[in-house]
């Protein structure tokens, strides 16, 4: 299983990086949420949408994404119709960790169904999602 959660990771990592938009609305799960987390505890939750809008948004002003040359996959974990992926990489010299819980099909994972950051400072999600709210 290891393997499979691996090569799915690089399928994600991969069409992030070519802001593959119909590959990544099919990655996520359409209960998708990333939980971002940074060090001060401040916490942040963004839907599929908010993903998807970003990168539609990233593609359309022509920005790209870092390589994903330094990441790590450190421990992988099955439970149930359930697996997840802890992902290491560093980001401003710093190293940010991940885990990505997938929901599994036949034992195969299928769609990524959370998505965990522990970053060293979400501020700026945390003023953007206000301004929305306003």
């Known amino acids: 299983m290891e393997q499979a959660l691996i090569d799915a990771m690089w399928r994600y990592l991969d069409a992030g990086l ?71 990489r560093v980001k401003d010299g710093e190293p940010v960790l991940y885990t990505f819980v997938w929901r599994l099909e036949d034992g195969r994972p299928a769609t990524i169904l959370r998505e965990i950051t522990f970053d060293k400072d979400v501020s700026y999600l945390v003023a953007m999602l206000a301004q929305r709210q306003a």
């Open 18 to 88: 070519a802001l593959d938009i119909d590959a990544l609305d099919a990655l996520y799960d359409d209960d998708f949420e990333n939980l971002r987390v940074d060090l001060s505890g401040q916490a942040v939750t963004l839907t599929k949408a908010m993903f998807l809008a970003r990168f539609r948004a990233m593609r359309e002003q022509g920005d790209k994404l870092e390589p994903t040359d330094d990441v790590t996959f450190p421990a992988t974990t099955v439970f149930g119709d359930h697996a997840s992926v802890i992902m290491r």
